[in-house]
């Protein structure tokens, strides 16, 4: 499912226009997004928990020449599936 079919339905499910239902999504984006910026986690109970989990360095190899690198320590945005949904997708 793409942004543009889940905009169509979440527009049918809620009886709203494209418009509106696009605007909805978008600041659920902007919000979830702007909390895990912040080191916040989002929990919404039975669909998961989204949450920032820090990726410690690393040595590596590059492929190409074969030469050891160090990839940098980073943080990514992480996403726990809750119970009802792990069930639904069983």
Known sequence: MKKADLV?????????TKKDA???????????????????????VGFGTFSVRKRASRKARNPRTGK??????????????GAKLRDIVK
């Open 22 to 44: 696009e605007c909805a999504i978008h600041a659920f984006m902007d919000g979830v997004s702007g909390a895990l910026s912040k080191g916040d986690k989002v929990t919404l």
């Open 8 to 16: 169509s339905k979440v527009a049918t499910d809620a009886n709203i």
């Open 68 to 81: 050891a690198i160090t990839v940098p320590a980073k943080k990514v945005p992480k996403f726990q599936p």
